[in-house]
């Protein structure tokens, strides 16, 4: 297993559309579980591929406070169910800054499994959120495109500063 480099905003590449996985193989099983040892060890709950530069349609999310109950969800649709909540939401590509955004309380998943199969699946809560903040980077979209226009040029400015103090 590898860990995987994460983009950081505000790298163009986090903008991009990723393209549906044509086929689940040997190599798309392979990268979710490199995808998986480079959520745990940032550590975060969830990880779309977008984030480790791989434009292919696939996320996954473990909230558990254990560490052990991975999913994987391949070319995932959404539905969203329910009110709207509001949740404090953090990015490992956006390191250090949290704020609250709206979302649908409740999601259901249409997806296929590591086996290529379809399946589907319901969730809330942390995991509703964390699928849903997933899914809007495999569209190029970043929690803070949810935030004011002065909040995200403040963001922007501070990472851009820390990446060219780094380079
Ligand atoms: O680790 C993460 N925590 C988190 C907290 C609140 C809402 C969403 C998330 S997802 C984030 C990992 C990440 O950036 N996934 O894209
Ligand atoms: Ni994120």
Do not use: W
Request: aromatic residues 4%; proline residues 4%; hydrophobic residues 40%.
């Amino acid at each position: 297993m590898t860990i995987l480099n994460i983009l950081e905003y505000p790298d163009s590449r986090l903008r991009k559309q990723a393209k549906p996985v044509a086929r689940v193989d040997d190599a798309i099983r392979k990268l979710a579980d490199d995808m998986l040892e480079t959520m745990y060890a940032a550590p975060g709950i969830g990880l779309a591929a977008s984030q480790v530069n791989v434009h292919k349609r696939m996320i996954v999310v473990d909230v558990s406070e254990t560490q052990d109950v991975p999913h994987v969800f391949i070319n995932p649709q959404l539905t969203l169910i329910g009110e709207l909540v509001e949740n404090e939401e953090g990015c490992l590509s956006i390191p250090g800054f949290y704020e609250p955004v709206t979302r649908a309380e409740r999601v259901r998943v249409r997806h296929l499994n590591c086996d290529g199969d379809a399946n589907e699946f319901e969730a809330e809560g942390r995991l509703s959120v964390c699928i849903q903040h997933e899914c809007d980077h495999l569209e190029g979209k970043l929690f803070v495109d949810y935030l004011s226009s002065l909040k995200r040029t403040r963001i922007r400015k501070k990472l851009g500063r820390q990446h060219r103090i780094r380079a």
